[in-house]
């Protein structure tokens, strides 16, 4: 199943923790192709350090709820505490897709429910696979020019 991951960081060593976040995820996932890392600035949540954002494209055979458990299981690893939303973070890592699946559950909503108006993961995504779609969304250049415009 072809997934899509956004990765982002904003305390500590952004750039190893995301480096180090794709090692982990490529040890259980076929990673197929990783965008370059972006700066950017932080969307919602108190005053905070700009963040360092990438998207990385995969194939896998883990179930949607098992790949979301190894995703919590690296951020951990790594020092993320969920005390404020859209606050700091050393690592946060979204499942955006999973094939074309279409979920809304208590633990998992697929595609991400805000990745359609969030620059910081179309952008990169778009940097990497410039002709693909969000589910239920529409065609991903498309919707980067409408948040961009």
């Known amino acids: 199943m072809k997934v899509v991951i956004?990765?982002?960081?904003n305390l500590g060593d952004s750039q190893s923790i995301l480096s180090d976040a794709i090692d982990q995820i490529g040890q259980s996932v076929?990673?197929?192709?990783v965008s370059k890392f972006h700066e950017t600035i932080p969307v919602g949540g108190p005053e905070q350090p700009n963040y360092l954002n990438a998207v990385l494209?995969?194939?896998?055979?883990?179930q949607p709820l098992d790949l979301l458990d190894l995703l919590q299981s690296i951020e951990?690893?790594?020092g993320r505490v969920r005390e404020e939303r859209w606050g700091p973070r050393t690592l946060d890592l979204d499942l955006i897709t999973y094939e074309e699946l279409i979920m809304d559950e208590q633990l998992l909503?697929?595609?991400?429910?805000?990745?359609?108006?969030?620059?910081?993961?179309l952008s990169p995504w778009f940097e990497i696979d410039p002709q693909a779609v969000l589910p239920g969304y529409g065609?991903?250049?498309v919707l980067l020019q409408h948040i961009a415009g």
């Open 6 to 9: 956004a990765l982002g960081s």
């Open 139 to 141: 065609k991903i250049g």
């Open 30 to 33: 076929d990673i197929q192709v």
């Open 76 to 78: 951990n690893k790594a």
């Open 57 to 62: 494209i995969a194939d896998t055979q883990m």
């Open 109 to 121: 909503t697929l595609p991400h429910p805000r990745a359609h108006e969030r620059g910081f993961v």
